[in-house]
């Protein structure tokens, strides 16, 4: 089935430092798979982070970027000097846009937490 | 303003009481959801809906009910409440079946003692 790991938590970078989150999916039941970073700040609900609906594109936002590789299954978000307000959970989830399927599928999450 | 919204916002219940949590939305959108989510998963989805008046199971949907009276509004019900059914749930809307984003409230924490 489909399915999104991504990198176990809790993860602690200080800040300026660079971060990179991995994410890796199958989408065997997708017809045209799109990638989503959601994140949950404390206390509050899911927004989104980025989404990049082709394979080989590159979503940004906030200073984060993460690249469709469809060779790879990967969507992995990467920051190049975090701060402690990105410190939150972000989740990975694989959505389709072809109709077939219905639902978002997310990873566990990974707490980010960024030290001063 | 919140296109999502959700309410309460937090709850306690009782095992075996009945609770109700409520979803509103002002997208226009067609698919609204349920999720659950808990330390260590995911979100799981419960029930979701794509017209007014009929609502579908998700992976998850033992022990809870749902309901869709109109496009903006999706309510879950918990009929007799459990201790494993405390957890967050979050409300989602969706577009349309080709469009893969969902938009979120801002979830509901619940609970069960």
């Known amino acids: 089935g489909d399915s999104v790991t991504q990198t176990e938590g809790p993860v602690t970078v200080s800040e300026s430092e660079s971060l990179i989150i991995n994410c890796t999916y199958s989408?065997?039941?997708?017809?045209?798979?799109?990638l989503f970073w959601y994140v949950r700040y404390p206390g509050e609900g899911l927004q989104l982070l980025l989404k990049?609906?082709?394979?080989?594109q590159k979503g940004s936002s906030r200073g984060f970027e993460a690249t469709y590789n469809k060779e790879t299954t990967s969507f992995h978000l990467q920051k190049a000097s975090v701060q402690e307000s990105d410190s939150a959970v972000y989740y990975c989830a694989l959505g389709d846009s072809g109709g077939s399927n219905y639902k978002l599928t997310f990873g566990k999450g990974t707490l980010l937490t960024v030290t001063p | 303003e919140a296109a999502v919204t959700q309410s309460p916002r937090s709850k306690v219940a009782v095992t075996g009481g009945k609770v109700t949590l409520s979803c509103h939305q002002t997208?226009?959108?067609?698919?609204m959801y349920w999720y659950r989510q808990d330390t260590g998963h995911g979100l799981r989805l419960i029930h979701y809906?794509?017209?007014?008046?009929?609502?579908e199971k998700g992976d998850i949907p033992d022990g809870y009910k749902a309901s869709r009276p109109s496009q903006e509004n999706f309510s879950l019900i918990l009929e007799l409440a459990s201790l494993s059914q405390t957890a967050v749930y979050f409300c989602?809307?969706?577009?349309?079946?080709?469009?893969?984003?969902?938009?979120f409230g801002p979830g509901t924490r619940l609970t069960v003692l």
């Open positions: 989602a809307s969706k577009q349309g079946a080709n469009y893969a984003e969902q938009f």
């Open positions: 989408a065997t039941s997708i017809a045209y798979p799109n």
């Open positions: 990049v609906i082709t394979a080989g």
């Open positions: 997208n226009n959108h067609d698919y």
């Open positions: 809906s794509y017209v007014a008046d009929s609502t």
